[in-house]
């Protein structure tokens, strides 16, 4: 079965650092990934999605993406935090190989501070 | 183009009433999905319908819980006889159909209807 880890339930970074949110999948097959994001109280908006064709994936608010199939990695980065960042970010992979069901990961709280 | 849209996004029911959440797709999409998310946790899938179809209900409480998806109107996801442990934030999504490739389609996802049963 599909399962995404994600290793840090929160993560805490200065504002205009860098991000750093990591996340493992485990599959049978070459999935497609992806990275929502959900600011308290609101629903899920999608931040960037690997469906085998580049492996860094660019989304927007200036996040991006790296899938490493020897690491079974898709870690999200962003060169430099903002307040508005702060929000809960989750990686998701298809639950099979048609692709219609979702598997969330647990989640990584993210805080930004002045 | 609106979004998806779910109402209502509070809903208050005291125990063993009903509870009836709605969702509106996108235009155009045509599959819909239920999550919920209990606090402090992420989603969990609960059931997948495509118009007047159920297509995966793996994920629902075999008792209490079910789901529609009319020919025409809403999704309606229906919680009978709601207890304590019901309360949680529901969230429906949607995505385009399907033309003949394997990848996914992402899902595009509503604000949320908020359950609290007292």
């Known amino acids: 079965a599909q399962s995404v880890t994600q290793l840090d339930s929160h993560v805490s970074v200065s504002e205009g650092t860098p991000v750093l949110l990591r996340c493992n999948y485990s599959?049978?097959?070459?999935?497609?990934l992806f990275w929502y994001v959900q600011h308290p109280n609101k629903g899920l908006q999608l931040l960037l999605k690997?469906?085998?064709?580049?492996?860094l994936v660019k989304g927007i608010n200036g996040f991006e993406a790296e899938f490493k199939k020897s690491e079974t990695s898709f870690h999200l980065t962003k060169p430099s935090a903002h307040m508005s960042d702060a929000a809960e970010y989750f990686c998701v992979v298809p639950r099979d190989n048609y692709g219609q069901n979702f598997v969330f990961g647990p989640g990584t709280r993210l805080s930004v501070l002045p | 183009n609106a979004g998806v849209m779910q109402n209502p996004r509070h809903l208050v029911r005291r125990r063993g009433q009903e509870a009836r959440l709605r969702c509106s797709p996108m235009?155009?999409?045509?599959?819909v999905y239920w999550y919920r998310q209990l606090p402090e946790e992420g989603l969990k899938f609960m059931v997948y319908l495509q118009k007047e179809n159920i297509i995966d209900e793996s994920g629902m409480p075999k008792e209490r819980f079910s789901a529609e998806f009319p020919k025409e109107g809403p999704s309606i996801l229906r919680i009978q006889q709601v207890v304590r442990g019901d309360s949680a934030a529901y969230f429906c999504a949607s995505s385009p159909r399907r033309t003949g490739t394997t990848n996914s389609y992402e899902q595009y996802f509503g604000p949320g209807t908020r359950l609290t049963v007292t």
């Open positions: 599959s049978s097959y070459s999935p497609s």
């Open positions: 235009k155009g999409h045509s599959h």
């Open positions: 690997y469906t085998s064709a580049a492996t």
